[in-house]
């Protein structure tokens, strides 16, 4: 057999993956990588991380750097927007996106049902007798925090009498903790708190026992991604499931298959479901149901 880099050579292969994230810091793109690292060892390939760090300069910079010792590209980035992407990589480069802002048709893509997700969650909580409904958001130009957003807001406009409740967060446990201490000081507390992720579900809960408000009794949380700590916590979280680890191993998979076989012109956009999660943290403890469903019962 012969040896990898003189194949590489022959085949102008690299047998590495470039991978581009926002971060590379906490449970949800340490899942994400898991399902990427195993497609990749199942296909015999390496993996070359980037990150973003929410900056468009580093997003360009990354992609430049990857360009010449990847045979394709993941690339999750707020930043790489159709502009970014056409100015630093090569145009026959296979490259998957996820969860991002380029037009459909533009690259293969996968995405998740965030705006689903969301009102999945508001017509939980609405269900369960909350009213004046709190949301911490994500960073600014982010398309999952942003499509989450959106969930949340029309589920508010169509609701009679609800009146949208938005605090400031960035995805990070930190902020979650500043927004449930915000909502501790307020005169009007809300009856609920919807963070855009779970590790800002987290961060609040945490402020919220602190302060000795109780979760459930005075106010419910929910979160959203399923991260595996969330079960784990007291009370366990309510939250909307992303199959994060499933995401990354099916973008791997098509991505293999454009270096394998060639481009064939499919530049689709594959959204996959989300669930509803409910713990005991919102007060009523179900099974998963698709996000999708009306209600849960």
Do not use: W
Request: a negative charge; one cysteine or more.
């Amino acid at each position: 057999m012969p040896h990898a880099a003189a194949r590489s050579l022959i085949t102008r292969r690299t047998d590495t993956i470039g991978v581009l994230l926002p971060d590379l810091h906490g449970e949800f793109f340490s899942e994400l990588i898991r399902g990427i690292d195993a497609a990749s060892r199942a296909s015999g390939r390496h993996l070359l991380i980037s990150s973003s760090h929410g900056s468009e300069a580093e997003a360009a910079q990354a992609l430049r750097m990857l360009q010449g010792r990847v045979d394709g590209l993941l690339v999750m980035s707020p930043h790489a927007d159709a502009g970014v992407l056409a100015a630093n990589l090569p145009a026959g480069l296979p490259t998957v996106l996820l969860n991002t802002r380029v037009a459909p048709g533009s690259y293969p893509a996968f995405s998740v049902d965030n705006y689903g997700g969301a009102a999945a969650m508001m017509r939980h909580l609405f269900a369960g007798g909350r009213r004046r409904i709190a949301f911490i958001g994500g960073p600014d130009n982010n398309f999952d925090a942003d499509e989450r957003l959106r969930g949340y807001r029309d589920a508010i406009a169509a609701r009679s009498g609800a009146n949208e409740i938005v605090l400031r967060g960035d995805f990070t446990e930190s902020s979650g903790y500043r927004a449930g201490l915000d909502i501790c000081a307020g005169s009007e507390r809300p009856d609920a708190i919807f963070a855009a992720n779970d590790m800002m579900a987290l961060g609040c809960l945490f402020a919220l026992t602190e302060k000795g408000v109780a979760v459930p009794d005075d106010i419910a949380l929910a979160g959203f991604d399923d991260v595996p700590i969330a079960r784990f916590v007291t009370p366990p979280l309510t939250t909307v499931r992303v199959r994060i680890a499933d995401l990354g191993r099916r973008a791997f998979e098509r991505l293999a298959e454009l270096i394998d076989d060639g481009d064939d012109g499919a530049k689709t956009t594959e959204r996959l479901d989300c669930e509803l999660v409910v713990r005991l943290s919102s007060g009523r403890h179900d099974e998963a149901s698709p996000a999708s469903a009306a209600d849960t019962s």
